[in-house]
């Protein structure tokens, strides 16, 4: 399986790309750099402003097309040849939690998949779920990320994220320590991310400033 992976807006949801992207490796994948050289694409979406969701329609659609068009993981650049097959493609991220449909209508997506469920998008890129614990020492960043947490209990009425991400839920510390210690070997800054990470381990007896001690 090759793969084109591409993500739009916060750290959070780089992050998670990159947890994809080491399930796709572990499962015996290569992460290619365009989508003309892919089998199947996983966008991770966001759906902070409209203009977000719009720019996702827009990449989605010239993906699907067999011709190059120059959209490489790294900006503008010209696309290698031309796919010889239809392009597979998987939607994740914010904007799909809250699809009315129109992503799923959209050329060539066959799953649209709320959030970060690494077990679903195992499943729809014909991998073990089990794969989903996988996560990398190595990110393709020069920092690494890491996200301590998901979701959010506040409940802003302007803010989609919570809708999107669900309520909130702490990653336990252990399992934080563990892979911070293997990004750490890589990587001379390590970033903690989240959707609210001040509320980092309310849910499980801790918090923020503990974690940060371990």
Known sequence: MKAYLRTFGCRTNQYD???VRAMILAG??????TSVEADVAVFNSCAVTSEAEAD????VR??????ATGEGARGDREAKGIRRTPLKTIVMGCASARDDGTIAALPGVSDVIAGADLPAI??????????????????????ALLRIQDGCDEHCTFCATTLARGVHRSRPADELVR????LSEHHPEVVITGVHI?????DIGSSLGALVAR
Request: avoid cysteine.
């Open 17 to 19: 790309t990159e947890a």
């Open 28 to 33: 015996g994948g290569t992460v290619v750099e």
């Open 56 to 59: 996702l329609r827009q990449a």
């Open 62 to 67: 010239r993906a699907a097309r067999p011709e």
């Open 122 to 143: 195992a499943r729809s890129l014909g991998l073990d779920p089990a794969l989903a614990r996988e996560r990398s020492g190595q990110q393709t960043g020069a920092r």
């Open 179 to 182: 892979e911070a210690i293997a």
């Open 198 to 202: 001040g509320s980092y381990g309310t």
